[in-house]
């Protein structure tokens, strides 16, 4: 996994490079999951240019957790992963990639309810899942109507994530 990201990715505030990457991946999956499984659907990826590219892919995963207590939880979650891609020497990469979750639950309690990121052994919390489409909330901001909606025209050619933001840039989602 670690080679699917240039040799100069970004770790945190302050390392750089696949050695940082490495250790900090197998000290995420270590201290996390005794297991784990992501089922991946629905990819989009738009040209900025021969280069770069932007892109989401959902992902619909499954965690074995181990809680404080040496409890051991199954815990689902859905998300969307914000892609950045840039090719070099040929080769395409991921050059950033945002993860924003919509959901994080044990397998038996079903996300209902706000605040739906719930890990064993820390404090329920919102995901970032739909802040990514501005126009998923002004769709819920407007009170049901009968009136029909205008045709609305097509996104422009490698345009269909930028006009879903409602024409803003990329996102900058802070993530737990």
Same mark, same amino acid.
């Given at each position: ?32 999951? @005794?297991? @784990? ?12 240019? %021969? ?13 074995? @957790?181990?809680? !404080? ?16 891609? !840039? ?11 945002? $993860? ?19 890990? %064993?052994?820390?404090? $329920?919390? !919102? ?6 489409? $501005? *126009? ?7 009170? $049901? ?17 930028? *006009? ?10 802070? @993530?737990?």
């Amino acid at each position: 996994m670690v080679n699917l990201f240039p040799e100069n990715v970004r770790v945190g505030k302050d390392k750089v490079g696949r050695a940082y990457f490495k250790q900090w991946m197998d000290q995420t999956l270590r201290e996390q999951f @005794t297991g @784990t499984s992501h089922h991946i659907g629905n990819h989009i990826i738009e040209f900025e240019d %021969p280069d770069h590219a932007v892109g989401v892919v959902y992902s619909k995963n499954e965690h074995e @957790t181990p809680t !404080e207590n040496g409890d051991i939880e199954w815990v689902i979650m859905q998300m969307i992963y914000w892609d950045h891609y !840039e090719r070099i020497d040929g080769r395409w990469y991921f050059a950033r990639r945002l $993860p924003c979750y919509w959901y994080a639950v044990d397998l038996n309690k079903p996300p209902v309810g706000d605040n739906k990121m719930r890990w %064993p052994d820390r404090d $329920p919390y !919102e995901g970032a899942y739909h802040d990514l489409f $501005p *126009t998923w909330k002004a769709f819920w901001d407007k009170e $049901p109507s009968d009136e029909l909606p205008s045709v609305a025209a097509p996104a422009p050619y490698e345009q269909f994530l930028k *006009t879903m933001r409602g024409q803003q840039g990329n996102p900058k989602i802070r @993530t737990r």
